[in-house]
């Protein structure tokens, strides 16, 4: 039997970086620059669109990991393109940076595969983007589709991270202070992706006690994720992650 938790561990580097890749790619910007849009607004509407036509607070809650002030202007300066059509324009971002780094990668089909049945079978609960986007139908082709479930994955991981910090008794700002992060745009310590979350300055200085909460609360995160890889037998789950490894190596 596999240890889905080991899994959860292996891949999440991976699906972080590729499933969130195209969030700050040129296909991106394009998107944004079709509906009109400046700042984050494209990035609010088209990513949290899943959510529907609601108020700026829901939107809050689903990416805590934002200040409100910032997340409510955006979403309010986004409001002149309806929901639908910017999660769908997102979705065709997503699916053209997928083509154009994972287009030359052999194994983008049997990644769509196994990352689709890990998503179908994922509970959704304390995910509300994660159950938003895997309701957004697949396109057909298998580096496009790849990286939509790669999405997909990183926006379940993210949902439950959330929770993990919070029951931990850390706010979303002392957890991303706490420790160096790898994202889309590389490696960045603390004080520079808070900057980066627009943040405002000064920034608090988290007292050693929180470092333990802070592992604590990646651990967990790690926990609750271990179920949606329970799909994959052992073979299967080595699989997936050489298979993560060969994209990312792909995407450059």
Known sequence: MADSQATA?????????????????????????RAGLAGRAM?????????GEVDADVVRSAVAFFPAGHVRANWEAGRSLPVDKAVELYAEACHAWGRRRLGSFDGAARLAELLERVAAGAEVAG??????WRAVPLPDDAPARATQLMHVLREL????HAVAVLAEGLTPLQAML????????GDMPGEAMARFFEWPEPYPVPGPELA??????????????APAFAVLDEAESAELADLLGGARAAAG
């Open 212 to 225: 333990g909460a802070r592992a604590r609360a990646e651990e967990l995160t790690d926990r609750l994720m």
């Open 178 to 185: 706490l420790e160096s992060h790898e994202s889309p745009l």
């Open 9 to 33: 561990v292996a891949v999440k580097g991976a699906i972080g970086k590729l499933g969130g890749g195209f969030m700050i790619s040129r296909e991106a910007k394009a998107a944004s620059e």
């Open 127 to 132: 995910a509300p983007l994660f159950a938003g």
């Open 157 to 160: 991981r993210g949902g439950l």
């Open 43 to 51: 990035y609010f509407r088209g990513r949290c669109g899943v959510l």
